[in-house]
């Protein structure tokens, strides 16, 4: 079985930071992509960053320039740095990542984390 394990998230006033982190267990052959999602109260479910393999980024316009994904491919880990933070960036965030398990060598994956609230008040 292979498991995504979220932290890191929290309550912070606007204008602070939160650091989220994504860990990956079990059985595995390779970690492809990897990202992270949030989804807020009454919203659908957003992108918010993905990083490749080789370490390609993409952001959704509205954390440009305030967040950023990275990864240690030795931990197995993900990370997504926050910014300067604002109350619509509340929400649920979810990593996940498009594996190749070693027993199921020939076919890939996606897994997702069980999430970890941020919320971002006064």
């Known amino acids: 079985q292979v498991q995504l394990v979220e932290s890191g998230g929290g309550l912070v006033q606007p204008g602070g930071s939160l650091r989220l982190s994504c860990a990956a267990s079990g059985s595995f052959f390779r970690i492809n992509d990897m990202g992270w999602y949030r989804q ?9 960053a993905t990083i490749t393999s080789g370490g390609s980024t993409n ?8 967040f950023t994904i990275s990864r240690d491919n030795a931990k197995n880990t993900v990370y997504l740095q926050m910014n300067s ?4 960036d509340t929400a649920v965030y979810h990593c996940n990542a498009d594996i190749v398990r070693s027993d199921r060598p020939y076919s890939a994956y996606a897994y997702w984390g069980q999430g970890t609230q941020v919320t971002v008040s006064s």
Do not use: F, H, I, M
Request: hydrophobic share 30%; no cysteine.
């Open 40 to 48: 807020g109260a009454g919203k659908q479910r957003e992108v918010v």
């Open 59 to 66: 952001y959704a316009d509205s954390v440009k320039g305030r």
């Open 85 to 88: 933070l604002k109350p619509e």
